[in-house]
Protein backbone atom coordinates (compact mmCIF):
# COMPACT_ATOMS: atom_id res chain seq x y z
CA UNK A 1 0.00 0.00 0.00
CA UNK A 2 1.05 3.30 -1.10
CA UNK A 3 0.41 7.00 1.12
CA UNK A 4 -2.06 7.59 -1.72
CA UNK A 5 -4.06 4.36 -1.35
CA UNK A 6 -4.13 4.91 2.53
CA UNK A 7 -5.30 8.58 2.16
CA UNK A 8 -8.52 7.32 0.04
CA UNK A 9 -8.89 4.77 2.54
CA UNK A 10 -9.33 7.49 5.06
CA UNK A 11 -11.71 9.30 2.92
CA UNK A 12 -13.59 6.57 2.14
CA UNK A 13 -13.73 5.26 6.00
CA UNK A 14 -14.47 8.81 6.94
CA UNK A 15 -17.48 9.29 4.36
CA UNK A 16 -18.64 5.49 4.89
CA UNK A 17 -19.21 6.51 8.97
CA UNK A 18 -19.55 10.36 9.11
CA UNK A 19 -16.68 10.32 11.15
CA UNK A 20 -14.27 13.12 10.70
CA UNK A 21 -10.71 11.40 12.94
CA UNK A 22 -10.18 7.86 11.20
CA UNK A 23 -7.22 6.24 13.78
CA UNK A 24 -4.51 3.97 11.60
CA UNK A 25 -3.09 1.16 13.88
CA UNK A 26 -1.92 -1.44 12.12
CA UNK A 27 1.73 -1.66 9.90
CA UNK A 28 0.45 0.46 7.41
CA UNK A 29 0.44 3.29 10.23
CA UNK A 30 4.06 4.40 8.75
CA UNK A 31 2.78 5.99 6.37
CA UNK A 32 2.01 8.84 8.65
CA UNK A 33 5.33 8.96 9.79
CA UNK A 34 7.03 8.69 5.95
CA UNK A 35 5.15 9.12 2.90
CA UNK A 36 7.88 6.56 0.94
CA UNK A 37 9.11 4.29 2.95
CA UNK A 38 11.49 1.55 1.95
CA UNK A 39 9.37 -0.97 0.22
CA UNK A 40 9.78 -4.07 2.47
CA UNK A 41 7.27 -2.29 5.08
CA UNK A 42 4.48 -1.72 2.41
CA UNK A 43 3.53 -5.02 1.53
CA UNK A 44 0.51 -5.58 3.16
CA UNK A 45 -2.65 -4.61 1.12
CA UNK A 46 -4.51 -3.78 4.29
CA UNK A 47 -4.70 -1.11 6.50
CA UNK A 48 -6.61 -1.47 9.94
CA UNK A 49 -8.58 1.21 11.08
CA UNK A 50 -11.14 2.65 13.03
CA UNK A 51 -13.40 5.97 13.68
CA UNK A 52 -11.82 7.76 16.61
CA UNK A 53 -14.59 8.85 18.35
CA UNK A 54 -17.24 5.76 17.16
CA UNK A 55 -14.77 2.40 17.30
CA UNK A 56 -18.22 0.89 17.27
CA UNK A 57 -18.77 2.18 13.51
CA UNK A 58 -15.74 -0.04 12.52
CA UNK A 59 -17.94 -2.82 11.17
CA UNK A 60 -19.19 -0.73 8.78
CA UNK A 61 -15.77 0.15 7.69
CA UNK A 62 -15.14 -3.74 6.79
CA UNK A 63 -18.72 -4.74 5.06
CA UNK A 64 -18.02 -1.82 2.81
CA UNK A 65 -14.95 -1.39 1.90
CA UNK A 66 -13.30 -4.35 3.50
CA UNK A 67 -11.87 -7.60 2.39
CA UNK A 68 -13.49 -9.03 -0.16
CA UNK A 69 -15.54 -6.03 -0.97
CA UNK A 70 -16.21 -4.42 -4.52
CA UNK A 71 -13.81 -1.63 -3.21
CA UNK A 72 -11.16 -3.88 -2.57
CA UNK A 73 -11.41 -5.26 -6.01
CA UNK A 74 -11.66 -2.58 -7.77
CA UNK A 75 -8.68 -1.14 -5.83
CA UNK A 76 -6.60 -3.68 -5.04
CA UNK A 77 -6.54 -2.97 -1.59
CA UNK A 78 -9.13 -2.21 1.59
CA UNK A 79 -9.54 -1.24 5.19
CA UNK A 80 -10.03 -3.51 7.84
CA UNK A 81 -12.08 -2.32 10.32
CA UNK A 82 -10.78 -2.93 14.12
CA UNK A 83 -11.14 -1.51 17.53
CA UNK A 84 -8.79 0.08 19.90
CA UNK A 85 -8.43 -3.12 21.59
CA UNK A 86 -6.82 -4.99 18.59
CA UNK A 87 -3.39 -3.40 19.58
CA UNK A 88 -1.33 -3.20 22.89
CA UNK A 89 0.33 0.00 23.07
CA UNK A 90 2.77 2.27 25.04
CA UNK A 91 1.50 5.07 27.29
CA UNK A 92 1.16 7.60 26.02
CA UNK A 93 0.79 6.92 22.34
CA UNK A 94 -2.19 8.97 21.75
CA UNK A 95 -0.10 12.25 22.45
CA UNK A 96 2.15 11.30 19.63
CA UNK A 97 0.12 10.50 16.74
CA UNK A 98 0.76 11.62 13.17
CA UNK A 99 -1.49 13.32 10.80
CA UNK A 100 -2.59 12.46 7.66
CA UNK A 101 -4.73 15.32 6.17
CA UNK A 102 -4.94 16.91 3.06
CA UNK A 103 -7.24 16.71 -0.46
CA UNK A 104 -6.59 13.65 -0.83
CA UNK A 105 -8.24 12.57 2.56
CA UNK A 106 -11.18 15.35 1.49
CA UNK A 107 -9.75 16.82 4.56
CA UNK A 108 -10.81 14.39 6.80
CA UNK A 109 -8.03 13.30 9.36
CA UNK A 110 -6.02 9.98 9.54
CA UNK A 111 -4.01 9.14 12.80
CA UNK A 112 -1.20 7.09 12.65
CA UNK A 113 0.79 5.89 15.26
CA UNK A 114 4.27 7.16 15.45
CA UNK A 115 7.02 4.41 14.47
CA UNK A 116 8.10 3.40 17.55
CA UNK A 117 4.71 2.77 19.11
CA UNK A 118 4.39 1.21 16.32
CA UNK A 119 7.41 -1.51 16.44
CA UNK A 120 6.32 -2.06 20.28
CA UNK A 121 3.04 -2.29 19.28
CA UNK A 122 4.47 -4.93 16.56
CA UNK A 123 6.61 -6.39 19.03
CA UNK A 124 3.68 -6.94 21.78
CA UNK A 125 1.72 -9.09 18.76
CA UNK A 126 4.38 -10.75 18.28
CA UNK A 127 3.86 -12.59 14.89
CA UNK A 128 6.69 -13.75 12.61
CA UNK A 129 5.76 -11.00 10.24
CA UNK A 130 5.49 -7.94 13.21
CA UNK A 131 9.10 -8.92 13.86
CA UNK A 132 10.28 -9.21 10.54
CA UNK A 133 8.31 -5.89 10.09
CA UNK A 134 10.11 -4.50 13.03
CA UNK A 135 13.73 -5.71 11.71
CA UNK A 136 13.06 -3.72 8.78
CA UNK A 137 12.27 -0.43 11.17
CA UNK A 138 15.49 -1.34 13.04
CA UNK A 139 17.50 -1.48 9.98
CA UNK A 140 16.79 1.18 8.16
CA UNK A 141 17.14 3.43 11.08
CA UNK A 142 13.33 4.50 11.09
CA UNK A 143 13.50 3.54 14.59
CA UNK A 144 16.38 3.96 17.59
CA UNK A 145 16.68 0.71 19.33
CA UNK A 146 17.20 2.68 22.88
CA UNK A 147 13.72 4.62 22.11
CA UNK A 148 11.83 1.56 21.31
CA UNK A 149 13.05 -0.66 24.38
CA UNK A 150 11.44 2.50 26.48
CA UNK A 151 8.29 2.15 24.56
CA UNK A 152 8.64 -1.89 24.99
CA UNK A 153 8.70 -1.14 29.17
CA UNK A 154 5.42 0.79 29.24
CA UNK A 155 3.08 -2.00 26.74
CA UNK A 156 0.75 -3.41 29.21
CA UNK A 157 2.38 -7.06 29.27
CA UNK A 158 4.25 -9.02 31.42
CA UNK A 159 7.13 -8.30 33.26
CA UNK A 160 9.03 -11.23 31.62
CA UNK A 161 8.15 -10.62 28.22
CA UNK A 162 8.76 -6.81 28.75
CA UNK A 163 12.37 -8.27 29.47
CA UNK A 164 12.27 -10.61 26.23
CA UNK A 165 10.89 -7.88 24.05
CA UNK A 166 14.07 -5.58 25.27
CA UNK A 167 16.86 -7.93 24.78
CA UNK A 168 15.65 -8.73 21.30
CA UNK A 169 15.45 -5.33 20.64
CA UNK A 170 19.13 -4.69 21.94
CA UNK A 171 20.66 -7.61 19.87
CA UNK A 172 18.33 -6.25 16.38
CA UNK A 173 20.24 -2.24 16.90
CA UNK A 174 23.04 -3.76 17.90
CA UNK A 175 23.52 -5.59 14.66
CA UNK A 176 22.75 -2.45 12.36
Not at 29 to 58: C, F, K, Q, T, W
Not at 68 to 80: D, T, V
Not at 96 to 110: C, E, F, P
Not at 122 to 129: D, M, S, T
Amino acid sequence: MRRNELEHLIRAASAITDQYEIMVIGSQSILGALASPPDSLLESMEADVYPLHRPDLADLIDGSIGEGSPFHERFGYYAQGVGPETALLPEGWQSRVLRIQNRNTDLKVGLCLEPHDLAASKLAAGREKDWRFVEELIRHRIVAGGTLEQRVETLPISCSKIERLKAWVAARAAES
